[in-house]
Protein backbone atom coordinates (compact mmCIF):
# COMPACT_ATOMS: atom_id res chain seq x y z
CA UNK A 1 0.00 0.00 0.00
CA UNK A 2 1.08 3.44 -0.68
CA UNK A 3 1.64 6.00 1.55
CA UNK A 4 -1.26 8.09 0.34
CA UNK A 5 -4.01 5.27 0.59
CA UNK A 6 -2.59 4.55 4.17
CA UNK A 7 -2.96 8.16 5.27
CA UNK A 8 -6.36 8.46 3.36
CA UNK A 9 -7.81 4.90 5.18
CA UNK A 10 -6.38 6.35 8.21
CA UNK A 11 -8.47 9.34 8.19
CA UNK A 12 -11.46 7.81 7.18
CA UNK A 13 -11.37 5.22 9.27
CA UNK A 14 -11.24 8.15 12.41
CA UNK A 15 -14.39 9.56 10.62
CA UNK A 16 -16.12 6.26 11.06
CA UNK A 17 -15.02 6.01 14.28
CA UNK A 18 -16.29 9.59 15.19
CA UNK A 19 -19.67 8.50 13.41
CA UNK A 20 -20.30 5.80 15.65
CA UNK A 21 -19.00 7.45 18.61
CA UNK A 22 -21.53 10.00 18.11
CA UNK A 23 -24.51 7.89 17.31
CA UNK A 24 -23.33 5.95 20.81
CA UNK A 25 -23.61 9.02 22.22
CA UNK A 26 -27.19 10.38 20.81
CA UNK A 27 -28.55 6.91 21.86
CA UNK A 28 -27.64 7.24 25.20
CA UNK A 29 -29.31 10.47 25.17
CA UNK A 30 -32.55 9.77 23.87
CA UNK A 31 -32.47 7.30 25.99
CA UNK A 32 -31.53 9.80 29.20
CA UNK A 33 -34.21 12.12 28.16
CA UNK A 34 -36.56 9.08 27.36
CA UNK A 35 -37.49 10.04 23.85
CA UNK A 36 -36.91 6.86 22.06
CA UNK A 37 -40.53 5.34 22.01
CA UNK A 38 -41.69 8.43 20.81
CA UNK A 39 -39.06 8.04 17.89
CA UNK A 40 -39.90 5.04 17.16
CA UNK A 41 -43.17 4.31 16.50
CA UNK A 42 -43.46 7.82 14.20
CA UNK A 43 -40.85 8.90 11.51
CA UNK A 44 -41.68 12.83 11.60
CA UNK A 45 -41.05 12.72 15.53
CA UNK A 46 -37.58 10.82 14.38
CA UNK A 47 -37.02 14.23 12.67
CA UNK A 48 -38.05 16.30 14.88
CA UNK A 49 -35.67 14.53 17.73
CA UNK A 50 -32.57 15.09 15.14
CA UNK A 51 -33.69 18.38 14.16
CA UNK A 52 -33.33 19.93 17.95
CA UNK A 53 -30.23 17.97 18.26
CA UNK A 54 -28.87 20.32 16.20
CA UNK A 55 -30.78 23.01 16.88
CA UNK A 56 -29.03 25.17 20.53
CA UNK A 57 -30.41 24.99 23.43
CA UNK A 58 -33.40 22.54 21.52
CA UNK A 59 -33.79 20.21 24.43
CA UNK A 60 -33.72 23.11 27.33
CA UNK A 61 -30.95 24.05 29.41
CA UNK A 62 -30.00 20.87 31.45
CA UNK A 63 -29.45 18.79 28.36
CA UNK A 64 -27.32 21.47 26.76
CA UNK A 65 -24.16 19.95 27.10
CA UNK A 66 -24.87 16.34 26.29
CA UNK A 67 -26.61 18.64 23.50
CA UNK A 68 -23.62 20.04 22.32
CA UNK A 69 -21.19 17.31 22.44
CA UNK A 70 -23.48 15.23 20.12
CA UNK A 71 -23.64 18.12 17.65
CA UNK A 72 -19.76 18.52 18.02
CA UNK A 73 -18.83 15.05 17.49
CA UNK A 74 -21.25 14.90 14.46
CA UNK A 75 -19.51 18.05 13.17
CA UNK A 76 -15.81 16.46 13.50
CA UNK A 77 -16.79 13.11 11.78
CA UNK A 78 -17.97 15.42 8.85
CA UNK A 79 -14.77 17.07 9.03
CA UNK A 80 -12.83 14.46 9.14
CA UNK A 81 -14.79 12.81 5.72
CA UNK A 82 -14.12 15.92 3.94
CA UNK A 83 -10.77 16.06 5.08
CA UNK A 84 -10.45 12.52 3.78
CA UNK A 85 -11.82 12.95 0.42
CA UNK A 86 -9.86 16.38 -0.49
CA UNK A 87 -6.66 13.88 0.47
CA UNK A 88 -8.40 11.23 -1.95
CA UNK A 89 -8.06 13.83 -4.97
CA UNK A 90 -4.59 15.72 -3.47
CA UNK A 91 -2.16 13.18 -2.18
CA UNK A 92 -2.07 11.05 -5.33
CA UNK A 93 -0.83 14.32 -7.24
CA UNK A 94 2.63 15.06 -4.65
CA UNK A 95 5.38 13.82 -5.90
CA UNK A 96 7.27 11.55 -4.01
Do not use: C, H
Not at 25 to 31: A, E, K, S, Y
Amino acid sequence: MSGPYLIFITVMTLALLLMVAAWIRTLVFIRRQKLLADASFNPLEGVRLWRRIFTPNGYGEAAEASRRGIARLYLLALAAFVIAVVLFFVLPAVPG
